[in-house]
């Protein structure tokens, strides 16, 4: 059994900052890529960021130079610092990984969510 679990979630003033984590747990042999999706209601999932498991970094468009993704592999744990946000970074922020439990094929495992609201 894999779970990922994040938080740091919460309630943010226009142009303020927040961080996630997202913490990966259970019978893991090897964590590859690692991803932040985010859901504004009424739209659909989309990317935010991802890493790989050497550090190689993408960003959506609309949060470059103001996210960034990180990671620590021996805390089997992703981060998104959030800067300058802005009412339309409100949404369900999910992370997401492909994860290896024994030498086959990784799969694909999801958090919960963690809630992001921007708001004066």
């Known amino acids: 059994q894999v779970q990922l679990v994040e938080s740091g979630g919460g309630l943010v003033q226009p142009g303020g900052s927040l961080r996630l984590s997202c913490v990966a747990s259970?019978?893991?042999?090897?964590?590859?890529?690692m991803r932040w999706y985010r859901q504004a209601p009424g739209k659909e999932r989309e990317l935010v960021a991802a890493?790989?498991?050497?550090?190689?970094?993408i960003y959506a468009e609309p949060v470059k130079g103001r996210f960034t993704i990180s990671r620590d592999n021996a805390k089997i744990t992703v981060y998104l610092q959030m800067n300058s946000l802005k009412p339309e970074d409100t949404a369900v922020y999910y992370c997401n990984a492909d994860i290896r439990r024994t030498l086959g094929l990784p799969e694909d495992y999801w958090g919960q969510g963690t809630q992001v609201t921007v708001s004066p």
């Open positions: 259970g019978s893991i042999f090897k964590v590859n890529t």
């Open positions: 890493i790989s498991s050497g550090g190689s970094t």
